[in-house]
């Protein structure tokens, strides 16, 4: 049994389109707390917070869009990580992607006092390894791993007590990258991250590369941060996000993903992210999401329940 910590950050700051804030709401319409209970784990829903207040200054780069909020959000969410983590497995239900400034660095300092290296299994099309001097959209979602890996150009956020390295990253889903976000990610220098796209899952399949990515934090002895975009989906099936790529992972891609995830015990903490309901078909996308919820926290093919007509 797990201890499971539903943490609402409504977080919509991180790029220009807005209904992200909507996002934590949509997941307990879509029955998360009552899923996670059902499969007989305890839950306990703090709320939705709030971003901490701010004055970051004017960014270096022009184009940054609500540095202050974004900024103020990363203090409140990496002190809620670093709170909730040591109690149980937190669940920061976005809320767009730059809520991963603040979940990671939280989660990566609880693993720092833990003594405990921290990997992060990134299931997006992005790579958001941008930051704030390198984005040309000014979107800040595109951020959180250049931030939690170390690069410059966060002075605006709060000093990481401890960064990830780079070959300590695996992201799975990608098939929308910049070409300085890869150059980046491919330096030898920096260490490389585990990369795989589309066209790879495409040729082997989804399972051997997640598999070896999770011998690797095991033979580590490590935490394991999952962050999960909802366009690391294909749009087809997770209509409900502004950043849609098509070619994402179909569902029962998704479903091997969360089994795996939940057969190798490692996760201890995870983000919901990207999820926008004005764009939702009828609530689909978020009980999509609240199902691979229930993959990871042990669902079986088998106890799937049939939707009633």
């Known amino acids: 049994m797990t201890h499971v910590i539903l943490i609402g950050a409504p977080v919509d700051c991180g790029k220009r389109r807005r209904g992200c804030l909507m996002g934590p709401d949509a997941y307990r319409v879509a029955r998360l707390p009552e899923t996670v209970t059902n499969l007989g784990h305890t839950v306990e829903d703090i709320g939705n917070l709030a971003p901490a207040k701010v004055d970051a200054g004017a960014p270096n780069n022009p184009v940054v869009h ?46 720092e006092n833990d003594g405990r290296p921290l990997y992060i299994l990134w299931l997006d099309a992005h790579t958001d390894v941008h930051t704030p001097d390198t984005t040309t959209s000014g ?88 962050s999960l975009d909802v366009d690391f989906l294909d749009p087809s099936v997770a209509p409900a996000v502004g950043t849609t790529v098509p070619g994402g992972a179909t569902v029962r891609e998704a479903h091997l993903v969360m089994e795996m995830l939940c057969d190798s015990g490692l996760v201890t903490s995870l983000d919901l992210v990207e999820l926008n309901p004005s764009l939702d078909e009828r609530g689909k996308t978020a009980s999509l999401m609240v199902e691979l919820v229930a993959s990871l926290l042990g669902r079986r093919v088998f106890d799937r329940p049939t939707p009633r007509a």
């Open 66 to 111: 609500m540095l202050d909020e974004n900024v103020g959000w990363t203090q409140t969410l990496a002190a809620a990580a670093l709170e909730h983590a040591p109690k149980g497995l937190p669940i920061f239900m976005g809320g767009d992607h730059a809520l991963s400034l603040g979940s990671v660095s939280g989660i990566a300092a609880h693993a």
């Open 139 to 226: 979107n800040l979602h595109g951020t959180p791993v250049g931030y939690v890996t170390g690069r410059e150009g966060f002075d605006a956020f709060p000093p990481l007590s401890t960064t990830i390295p780079v070959e300590r990253v695996g992201m799975i889903g990608l098939r929308s990258v910049d070409p300085e976000e890869r150059a980046f990610l491919e330096d030898s220098d920096n260490g490389s991250a585990t990369l795989v796209d589309m066209r790879t899952i495409d040729e082997v399949g989804i399972a051997k590369p997640l598999g070896e990515f999770l011998e690797r934090v095991k033979a580590d002895n490590a935490m394991l941060h999952v």
